[in-house]
């Protein structure tokens, strides 16, 4: 009897990662994402040092800066997805979860319909 109540005492210590420190990673990455999309494209876009004469993009640091900080802000839509499948599993009210995934997936049409042209591939695309 003395056995049984020693392990109900007993704390079970969870380690790894929680979903809020993933919501925080996932949100750092998009800010990466939203800053080379934004800024640091205008910066290669305005300056002709960035592209040879044929208006093809050449590699200057300015345009792997962008490349690098587009490459990390990959890492959030998995997160947000993994975090969204997660709470998919553990809700009791599964229609407040469809509509969100309904927003999201809204969101991804426009960002196919109207952000085509967001990387630097050639001048002649953004003059």
């Known amino acids: 009897m003395e056995q049984t109540m020693q392990a109900e005492k007993t704390e079970v210590i969870r380690t790894g990662i929680t979903g809020s420190t993933l919501k925080i ?6 800010l990466i994402d939203h800053i080379g ?6 910066l ?3 300056n002709s040092d960035n592209f040879d004469a044929f208006g093809n993009v050449r590699m200057t640091g300015m345009v792997i800066l962008y490349y690098v900080l587009r490459g990390i802000g ?5 997160i947000f997805i993994f ?8 809700t009791h009210n599964r229609k ?15 960002h ?3 952000m085509e042209n967001e ?9």
């Open 119 to 127: 990387q630097p591939y050639h001048r002649s695309q953004h003059t």
């Open 112 to 114: 196919c319909l109207f």
């Open 37 to 42: 999309a934004t800024i640091v494209l205008q």
């Open 25 to 30: 990673i996932a949100m750092i990455t998009m």
């Open 96 to 110: 407040d979860v469809r509509i969100a995934e309904t927003d999201k997936g809204n969101a991804d049409v426009y």
């Open 83 to 90: 975090l969204l499948l997660e709470g998919f599993q553990y």
């Open 44 to 46: 290669v876009q305005r």
């Open 74 to 78: 990959r890492l959030a839509f998995p």
